[in-house]
């Protein structure tokens, strides 16, 4: 008898992931958000390199973009803030020690965020070396000497291009505004740039959606949603709260991000078929940060992501049947992007 509970047993456990995956395939279909995204202009399922191709090059600068691009990323993701003499760049930390040597060029001036800088200041800032010192695995002669990116640079590496054409190689930017109450008005100097860059229109014609907006401040997209409501806006979601609070129950989350946007980005821990599947009935998309391990990627796929945002672009694309199936078409295809970029 006992052996036979014990059968039973391991016979119900070999059956649960598959009982789960029938579920979580009624609960939220593995394509169900791909007519929210044909309407918006937008890939399905899209890759979205977060900081760029950031685990192969220092996040956030040239060298990383340049191959998120090469190897044909959907989108490169970057964080706007603003300097003191107000120009846009790519940065994600409130301060700069982590990703430059500021400490070592202006030892006074630690633990400042970068609208305490100029952009000249700025430029004087190694933005690479930290890279070749924490993983000298992935290091590169290259990397040395890297700097901060203006927005402006950004879409030069992105292509700028009208709306009314595409290629192949050209992706798109995928911007969020960071910290919007310390820049105030800087929404406003954004779409300007953009739509000077002719970024905005309508509706693309023949391509994807040239920008996306993204945001954890519901005022920064709604000021947006003002200033271009043609781009997409997707409403970011904290993993729970920082506070020690219970977060706000979906369904308020949900109606939230519907008032602000076409889309919600949560962390891959709030992927599951019962936060996935009421987004999609809500008609918002869904794009899951950050992604970066095989296994991961597959799971959240498997249950109704639209996208991801991830360091790992190169092995998205992999698993997502673009580019090759196997590990070699990855490999040869980042080989193909050093060598191109030069890097």
Same mark, same amino acid.
């Given at each position: 008898?006992? /052996?036979?509970?014990?059968?039973?047993? #391991?016979?119900?456990?070999?059956?649960?992931?598959?009982?789960?995956?029938?579920?979580?395939?009624?609960?939220?279909?593995?394509?169900?958000?791909?007519?929210?995204?044909?309407?918006? +202009? #937008? *890939?399905?399922?899209?890759? $979205?390199? +977060?900081?760029?191709?950031?685990?192969?090059? *220092?996040?956030?600068?040239?060298?990383?973009?340049?191959?998120?691009?090469?190897?044909?990323?959907? !989108?490169?993701?970057?964080? %706007?803030?603003?300097?003191?003499?107000? %120009?846009?760049?790519?940065?994600?930390?409130?301060?700069?020690?982590?990703?430059?040597? %500021?400490?070592?060029?202006?030892?006074?001036?630690?633990?400042?965020?970068?609208?305490?800088?100029?952009? =000249?200041?700025?430029?004087? #800032?190694? =933005?690479?070396?930290?890279?070749?010192?924490?993983?000298?695995?992935?290091?590169?002669?290259?990397?040395?000497?890297?700097? $901060?990116?203006?927005?402006?640079?950004?879409?030069?590496?992105?292509?700028?291009?009208?709306?009314?054409?595409?290629?192949?190689?050209?992706?798109? %930017?995928?911007?969020?505004?960071k910290d919007p109450d310390k820049y105030p008005g800087y929404e406003r100097e954004l779409v300007a740039l953009l739509r000077a860059r002719g970024l905005l229109a309508a509706a693309p014609v023949g391509g994807a959606a040239p920008v996306v907006f993204q945001s954890f401040d519901?005022?920064?997209?709604?000021? #947006?949603?003002?200033?271009?409501?043609?781009?997409?806006?997707?409403?970011?979601?904290? +993993?729970?709260?920082?506070?020690?609070?219970?977060? *706000?129950?979906?369904?308020?989350?949900?109606?939230? =991000?519907?008032?602000?946007?076409?889309?919600?980005?949560?962390?891959? !821990?709030?992927?599951?078929?019962? +936060?996935?599947?009421? &987004?999609h009935r809500a008609g918002l998309l869904v794009h899951h940060y950050t992604i970066n391990q095989e296994w991961q990627l597959r799971l959240l796929r498997q249950l109704g992501s639209d996208g991801v945002f991830t360091d790992t672009a190169d092995l998205a694309l992999q698993v /997502?049947?673009?580019?090759?199936?196997?590990?070699?078409?990855?490999?040869?295809?980042?080989? &193909? &992007? /050093?060598?191109?970029?030069?890097?």
């Open positions: 008898m006992i /052996f036979r509970r014990a059968a039973v047993a #391991l016979g119900l456990v070999a059956l649960a992931p598959g009982l789960f995956l029938l579920a979580a395939a009624a609960v939220s279909p593995r394509s169900a958000g791909r007519p929210i995204a044909e309407q918006l +202009h #937008l *890939p399905h399922p899209a890759v $979205i390199a +977060h900081r760029g191709l950031s685990f192969w090059a *220092p996040e956030e600068t040239r060298a990383a973009y340049l191959l998120a691009r090469a190897i044909g990323a959907d !989108y490169l993701e970057a964080d %706007v803030q603003r300097t003191r003499d107000g %120009v846009l760049i790519a940065l994600h930390d409130e301060t700069l020690e982590r990703t430059t040597d %500021v400490a070592h060029i202006f030892p006074a001036r630690r633990g400042s965020g970068p609208a305490e800088f100029t952009w =000249a200041e700025l430029q004087q #800032l190694d =933005a690479g070396s930290w890279w070749n010192a924490a993983h000298p695995d992935r290091a590169r002669p290259a990397y040395v000497g890297l700097r $901060i990116l203006r927005l402006e640079e950004l879409l030069d590496i992105a292509g700028s291009r009208a709306t009314t054409t595409t290629t192949a190689t050209a992706p798109g %930017v995928y911007l969020e505004t519901r005022a920064s997209l709604a000021r #947006l949603r003002e200033l271009a409501p043609e781009v997409p806006r997707v409403l970011l979601l904290e +993993h729970g709260r920082r506070d020690g609070r219970e977060p *706000p129950r979906w369904d308020l989350l949900l109606g939230q =991000a519907r008032a602000l946007g076409a889309g919600i980005g949560p962390s891959g !821990y709030e992927g599951m078929p019962w +936060h996935t599947g009421p &987004a /997502f049947g673009r580019g090759g199936q196997a590990a070699s078409d990855r490999h040869q295809a980042l080989r &193909a &992007a /050093f060598r191109e970029t030069g890097l």
